[in-house]
């Protein structure tokens, strides 16, 4: 199965910019979504296909990368962005989501 | 608005079966394709497989053949997972969530499964 790397966890300050980097064991070409979760809720689909930002998620909210290096970049950073992200992959089979990186607000 | 609406937690013995339901509105169910998902609490999340509603045609993922079976009732708009033969590592929260070209645009509200004697 394909592997995401994702950091555990980030502290930022509001209003700062914030990247979270997620890395695959093998290409997914653009293969990869984003998702937001807080506590006790379902996951939220922020981005879809590496770059393109679901219909409702603020602009603030931003993807790039292809192959096997990506990055989910938060700018500027909000208070209510406090929550774990994920990425998830559909280009290899079974889908697969990273561990999550959890998100806190200084 | 699309809406998935899943049924209430579950506390069931080891060994015995449940089956989760995940109620759809708001879009054509009978033509579309559910997914299901597993997350046990503060871990990531795995992917079970996914069912056409048209024909039921399924696909899991290889870990949870054997565990997890995916039916649809296409008269009520409802999908359903049964798992089996549960165990205290199948206690998790249990997610169904609709795909979009590789994405999941929609997710149920999730439900427990806590498998306790």
């Known amino acids: 199965d394909t592997v995401l790397t994702q950091s555990p966890a980030l502290a930022v300050s509001p209003g700062e910019r914030v990247t979270i980097s997620c890395r695959a064991s093998?290409?997914?070409?653009?293969?990869m979504h984003w998702y937001q979760q807080k506590p006790g809720q379902q996951p939220k689909l922020l981005i879809y296909g590496a770059s393109n930002l679901e219909s409702g998620v603020p602009a603030r909210f931003s993807g790039s990368g292809s192959g096997t290096d990506f990055t989910l970049t938060i700018d500027p950073v909000e208070a209510d962005d406090t929550a774990t992200y994920f990425c998830?992959?559909?280009?290899?089979?079974?889908?697969?989501f990273g561990a999550g990186t959890k998100l806190e607000l200084k | 608005q699309v809406k998935l609406q899943q049924s209430g937690a579950e506390l069931v013995k080891p060994g015995a079966s449940v089956k989760l339901s995940c109620k759809t509105s708001g879009y054509t169910f009978s033509t579309s394709y559910m997914s299901w998902f597993k997350q046990i609490p503060g871990q990531s999340i795995e992917w079970i497989g996914m069912?056409?509603?048209?024909?039921?045609?399924?696909g899991y993922n290889q870990k949870f053949k054997g565990k997890a079976t995916l039916t649809v009732d296409t008269s009520s708009s409802t999908a359903y997972m049964d798992l089996s033969s549960l165990t205290t590592e199948d206690s998790a929260v249990y997610f169904c969530a609709s795909p979009n070209y590789g994405s999941y645009d929609y997710w149920g509200q999730g439900v427990m499964v806590t498998v306790s004697s």
């Open positions: 069912i056409y509603a048209g024909d039921g045609g399924t």
């Open positions: 093998e290409s997914v070409s653009t293969g």
């Open positions: 998830q992959q559909s280009w290899n089979d079974p889908n697969t």
